[in-house]
């Protein structure tokens, strides 16, 4: 009997049911669609964030350096816990005098290379490559090669084009398939050549042979990290060395920023799918309270009641689930073969395929189910306790007027507190809960904002529609219903704080990129050794060679890095002299702790600025003195201030003044060099001055860090870009939150827009009032959205700093972007209510119950 | 000249087998400022014929003529308009909007044809005061009692100074007294205002008000009486009179 009765309501209110079922299919379809997506997203992430670095998890090399079998690989891939692999042959190759330009008078632009055979599927999975023309390399290709930018301006040569290198079997041709952009980890000088590892092995005469393999791993967590290096030990012997990238590393700590904020997008994901649900089932529950009460009346218990919720909530929840579970992989699946291709042109990033677990499905299905249940319990509960006769009166629409639970607006302002003292205890892990925390927090307390803001709101849409009254209709419309519009404006709310959030985080990370760069190497030339970072390999020049180009007309100031290797507490630290004065002025450090006041104590006494790496590998910190090896025993140095700059972040680094250098080291070689023209020098003249004095110094390459530096820019901006589009797809779930409400709303009122229809209102005029109301609700979401936005950002930007620090920046695009995606969604989503409001023939509508 | 004219209106629902003969070739008249009352057991179709003379909804077969203007000659647009401007309707239920308040309740067809909201309001208060709600402007329909609620619709259905007003069961959910109440002011709606109503009703006490009852049954007229004020047992039901 009950559930006859369930399937009539189910099959006679076809439109609702449908409806419904779609919250449903909706609501799982996002959780489930979202949560496989992420996975995939978060292994290319990380592998970005590595290849960035030019840093993997794990490098397994011979202890002897030799090559060794290439069949290594199949003893530690099945590793669990190892998420990529990728084997390579590494081999340097010296050139011969003049092999390229076949000229003894100039000097040879490139002297060395180093060759690397990849894989080109493995490679990718590992660390990323950003090809910037051309294309990557691909299996079976044979004498193709993939260069740098740099060592193509030296070659002159395009993708296409061959160029030849020295090997065991006498010169060999490659032809040049794709270039690699400038990139930190590939400065000029230090050219790589990526082949094929077949080929790197023919030409090498090593078949068979790798003399690498790197490992990523698929978590951040420490005890995991180190069982998994030493199952890698125990599969690969004694005879291999196993290097790990180093707990406490900036890279560590970035990839688990970003894992925390992918598992936040999952819970949000949850949030809102679950948010969808239990909005829609709610409403329609609620609407049937006449009908309760008349069963009631009739002698129906409340267990009947509730049992009749009960079994139309399974029925939907069930078919809903399960039509959400498959299009939630058509989803997932679907979106990354659509973004894969972009993804990996324009962020440079390559996406695997679908990942779903058991875990997931689990939930999945839970809270499908679970939420469509108790959704339409609780209101059912609520209306079986209405009397049989207060639940007959003449049905009319039920209004809300003002919000009911007091209650749940104070445990809102609770949350709100609690989110902004997770900000000020600093700790990353409680930043992000904060945020959950804020957000929900906002949900409770929305439905109190919501009158005041509409009213706002409702003014412009006034001037909009001006003289047609429809604009007053749509802000009662939504403020009748306080709760059922806050909740779902909330939804737009997650949707929208996330474009505002991730706009602030990566403003402010380019702002901050951005402004290392420029300081490090900003200067309008750079004198590049070959290699950058590995200073003691380097040939610098005597102190004459930066005298002389100040002498250059129109030279405002040159600045130079000097090299030393020293050692604290028996670790080995690469020192660098700088000249405290022209330093600052023409490159400059990002300090961590202490500040520009540092450099004096440099010149003034034995003081040191060190960086991240060195504070972790001595042990040390700010303020502390420490003895540091000379030629002629220790010395003992303070620690001034705590800084690097974007040469020097990864290596244990400390600065001191190039006096003390040549004091207590005796070395004053420069072997990094910058120059800043005067503002309004002759330029061309300058730079042929300058090009002129280096011929003689062959072992630095000149470029000019203006456009080396917008390269880079440009790239990161790229991939920005693509993290932003990403983010807007993001917020397409709030989309279909709207559109639920306002279908139901429109069914909710047939016979009001009936009588309007009866008293004079056009068919146009219908329409309009849905999509005002949906403007309305767009806009009421809008504002709740850029609200957490700016303050989730604001946490992210700051939560991020204790690994990261980086000035914020206020997020304008971010929040424009909002603001369209917000009212684009707005009118969507009143586009098919809207339809379906001004098609109703009043007749039917009027005779509508 | 009569202001509504119908001629062998029929109004057939559904096809086939399952068709329903709601109207059948009714023709009626009713003159300005006349006051007539439709009755009828349920089902009979007093509602549809109301709906065909309102225009809000279109006849199978046969013609509507209001104040000369045959309404199958109009589109939805200027059936829209012909009812915002000409016709004036009250409902059982839902006749009022929830979250508006009485004033703009009954300034609701003036404000969709693009009056100035401060005239259509002007207007709307006159009205509200002329059926005695002059002190509840503000109030929105759930603080006004059923009564209440439909004197606001009376007034929403008079603010454009309408010709005809078409009721449907205005008195259908309310008390004795309620009910006395509406149909006094729509017999002042006929008198004083000149302007002509079409009452549907199932309560003979009702229907005596108006100065002429129509009987259907099953879709057809099968009576029609003409109240005179002399009759003596409607004399002692409106003492105004
Ligand atoms: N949309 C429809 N489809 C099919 N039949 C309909 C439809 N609307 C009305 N009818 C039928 O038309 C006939 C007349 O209906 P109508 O609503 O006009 O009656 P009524 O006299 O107003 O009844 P009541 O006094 O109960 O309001 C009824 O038999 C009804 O079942
Ligand atoms: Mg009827």
Known sequence: MIIQMAFRYLTGRKLRTVLTTLAVVFGVLIVFGMNILIPSLLQAFQANVLAASGLVDITVTSVTGEAFPAELVNQVSGIDGISAWAPSLDREINLPADFYDGNSAVADRISAIALVGIDPQAAPTVRVYHIHSGRFLEAGDTSAAVISQSMADALGVQPGQSFALPTINGVVHLQVAGILPLQPRLLPGNEEVLVTLPQAQQMTGLQGKINIIDLNMSTTDEARRRSIQQAVEGAVGPQYHVGVLPAGSDVLASVKLAQAAFTMLGFLALFMGGFIIFNTFRTIVAERRHDIGMLRAVGASRRTIVALILVEGLLQGVIGTVLGLLLGYLLGAGVLQLVGPTMTQFVHVQVGGPLVSPGLLLTTILLGVGVTVLSGLIPAVQASRVTPLEALRPPVAEIEYGWKSRAGFIAGMVLIALALLAIISQQLSLVLLGGLCLLVGLVLVAPALVWPLSSIFSRLITLLYARDGVAQLAEGNLTRQPTRSAITASATMIGLALIVAGGAMIASLLGTVTDITRKSLGSDYVFVPPSIGLWASDIGSAPEFADHLRAVEGVADVSTLRFASTQVKGQPISLLGIDPVTFPRVSGLQFQQGDEFAYRALAQERALIVNGAFLAATGSKMGDTVALATPDGARTYRIAAVGADILNVKVTTAYVSQANLKADFGKQEDVFIQLNLRPGADSPAAEQKIRALTAGYPQFKLIAGRTYIQDLLQQTTAAFVGLFIMLIFLALPSLIAMLNTLAIGVIERTREIGMLRAVGATRRQISRLVVAEALLLAALGTAFGLLAGLYLGYVMVSGLGTIFPMAYSFPVAGMLAAIAVGLIFGVLAAIIPARQAARLEVVQALRYE | ?241
């Open chain 2, 1 to 241: 000249m009569s202001l509504v004219q119908t001629q062998n209106l029929t109004k057939i629902y559904g096809k086939g087998e399952t068709a329903v003969t709601a109207l059948n070739r009714i023709n009626v008249q009713v003159a300005a400022a006349e006051f007539v009352a439709i009755m009828g057991p349920s089902g009979c179709g007093k509602s549809t014929l109301l709906y065909l003379i309102g225009g809000l909804d279109r006849p199978t077969d046969g013609r509507v003529i209001i104040d000369g203007q045959a309404l199958e000659g109009l589109a939805d647009q200027g059936l829209t308009e012909l009812r915002r401007r000409k016709i004036g309707f009250v409902f059982q239920f839902f006749n009022l909007i929830p979250v508006l308040t009485a004033v703009e309740n009954a300034a609701l067809p003036l404000t969709l044809d693009g009056v100035p909201i401060k005239e259509a309001r002007i207007r709307a208060t006159e009205w509200l005061q002329r059926v005695g709600l002059g002190d509840r402007l503000r109030s929105r329909p759930d603080q006004l009692s059923g009564g209440q609620q439909q004197r606001v619709a009376i007034a929403r259905a008079l603010v454009a100074e309408p010709a005809l007003v078409l009721a449907d069961e205005p008195t259908g959910n309310l008390d004795t007294r309620a009910s006395d109440e509406v149909a006094g002011l729509l017999r002042q709606v006929a008198n004083t205002w000149g302007r002509a109503v079409v009452m549907v009703t199932h309560d003979p006490r009702i229907a005596a008000y108006a100065d002429r009852i129509i009987f259907l049954k099953d879709g057809t007229m099968v009576d029609e009486s003409r109240l005179t004020p002399a009759t003596a047992e409607t004399t002692a039901m409106w003492p105004g009179r």
